[in-house]
């Protein structure tokens, strides 16, 4: 029975990990995956999904803050695995561990690749417009998501689709692709393609300078840049000096050409908003600093009083300096 050693962190890889250890064909002999961490307003030391997991099937896991040169790598290696295969782990993977299964190491990543390479290929689907995404299996190498491809699925981007949805679907995607692939890889009749360079993009880790709304852009931009954002890290502006998070927004047609970020129409129900070239935006789901999120027809009764039309958000703190 192959020996696979499974390497994953969040919520993503856990259907992928369950999916293996259910698996007559295999044994799951180790995961690795980052340590645990202090998360929330309590700062709650929790550990990673994919660790909890593995942990209700007596799985053993190690947790190195650092792979590369650690003593659990050599305890990997040590165990021989026959097959690495990562999903999302979140550490670059030696080169050294790469090369000693004899299976070599595959990727399950969420990207229909050579495009959206990096750590959030969902994320910049959505910002990008994409109207599909799938996942992708490849051998792994030193670069990044640069290994030859073994079998992709493809999945249409549905219009309300954000990451927290794009991350349920592309899990289950990948987990199904993952046991239909690994039977050719194990008998050596797969067959793998070379990316093509040409067509390489990359989804590196979104920056705090990138969540903030660029007021200035059309509408269905901004649309697609808050769905891109939710449910993290939150796509933001500012009104009155505070962070205001939008996490669900929708492009309407119709149009004026006040200035980008100035509210256009206020009720008790609807929030315009003027975008760049001339387009409206309509908030539905926001989240005033200091509150919980609240559909924009639960936050107006209570903001009315103090917002009118013609108020302007703003793109930063600095931005009236």
Not at 68 to 95: F, K, R
Not at 136 to 154: F, H, L, P, V
Not at 291 to 319: C, Q, R, W
Request: hydrophobic share 40%; aromatic share 6%.
């Amino acid at each position: 029975m192959p020996k696979i050693v499974f390497m994953g962190t969040p919520e993503f890889s856990v259907p992928i990990l369950e999916g293996l250890i259910q698996e007559d064909d295999y044994q799951v002999i180790a995961v690795v995956t980052q340590p645990d961490r202090k998360v929330g307003r309590k700062k709650k030391l929790t550990a990673p999904p994919v660790k909890q997991k593995a942990l209700e099937y007596d799985i053993p896991v190690l947790q190195p803050e650092r792979l590369s040169g650690s003593p659990e790598l050599d305890q990997i290696i040590e165990m021989a695995p026959d097959l690495l295969i990562t999903a999302a782990y979140g550490q670059y993977v030696p080169t050294r561990l790469l090369n000693a299964p004899p299976y070599k190491a595959i990727n399950v990543h969420a990207s229909l690749l050579p495009k959206y390479r990096g750590a959030a290929p969902i994320h910049y689907a959505l910002i990008e417009g994409e109207k599909e995404t799938g996942v992708t299996i490849m051998y792994m190498e030193k670069e990044m998501d640069a290994g030859n491809i073994i079998s992709q699925r493809s999945i249409l981007i549905d219009q309300t689709d954000t990451v927290g949805t794009l991350f349920d679907k592309l899990s289950l995607v990948g987990k199904d692709l993952l046991i239909e692939t690994l039977p050719a890889i194990f008998s050596r009749t797969n067959q793998s393609v070379e990316q093509n360079v040409a067509d390489v993009t990359v989804a590196p880790m979104i920056s705090p300078e990138e969540e903030k709304i660029d007021w200035q852009t059309r509408a269905d931009k901004i649309e697609a840049k808050v769905r891109g954002m939710n449910p993290f890290p939150g796509a933001y502006t500012m009104l009155n000096g505070k962070r205001f998070k939008i996490w669900l927004a929708e492009a309407i047609e119709a149009q004026n050409n006040q200035q980008p970020g100035t509210i256009v129409k206020l009720t008790n129900k609807e929030m315009w908003v003027q975008c760049g070239e001339a387009t409206i935006l309509s908030l539905l789901l926001v989240q005033p600093f200091g509150k919980p999120k609240m559909a924009i027809e639960d936050y107006l009764p209570g903001a009315i009083n103090h917002l009118t039309e013609g108020v302007k958000f703003e793109e930063s703190e600095n931005e009236r300096e």
